[in-house]
């Protein structure tokens, strides 16, 4: 839950902290953040540039079975990842790749054709958060 609320803020979803459980990590501090990512271009250099129209957050969590594999697919705004459980790996039509552990984040392509899976031997948690317009879609396929 902790990682949750840390990506929620880092995509810039204001969240009130009402309370820490004291089961959770101590510190002498009441709230301690944590930036996961910050970014201004996606991981294989794409620049970021919004959608026109009225701007909406999502935060989606995906998950995905041992060798479940994306089509080809573009996302039209820009994102960022964080990988919970499992490791993903994705690549670009121009043969670029990323393999990403759990517990790591990236900023996602934007407009660059790409697909994802899941490589490793268990089921895959990500929690993908992007910054697009109302009723335009996050994932657009490319065949």
Not at 5 to 16: E, M, Y
Not at 87 to 98: H, M, R
Request: net charge neutral; aromatic share 6%; charged share 20%.
């Amino acid at each position: 839950m902790r990682r949750f609320l840390l990506l929620a803020l880092t995509a810039g979803i204001s969240i009130p902290v009402v309370a820490c459980s004291p089961k959770e990590k101590t510190s002498l501090e009441p709230v301690v953040v944590e930036t996961l990512i910050s970014a201004s271009e996606s991981w294989n250099g794409d620049s970021f540039k919004y959608p026109r129209g009225q701007a909406e957050m999502k935060l989606e969590k995906i998950t995905a079975q041992p060798g479940f594999k994306t089509p080809l697919h573009l996302h039209p705004q820009p994102g960022i990842i964080f990988v919970q459980i499992g490791t993903l790996y994705c690549e670009t039509s121009d043969g670029q790749s990323l393999t990403v552990e759990a517990g790591e984040s990236f900023s996602s392509s934007q407009d660059t054709p790409h697909y994802c899976q899941n490589i490793g031997d268990k089921e895959m948690v990500v929690f993908s958060a992007s910054a697009g317009a109302r009723g335009k879609k996050t994932t657009v396929p490319t065949n």
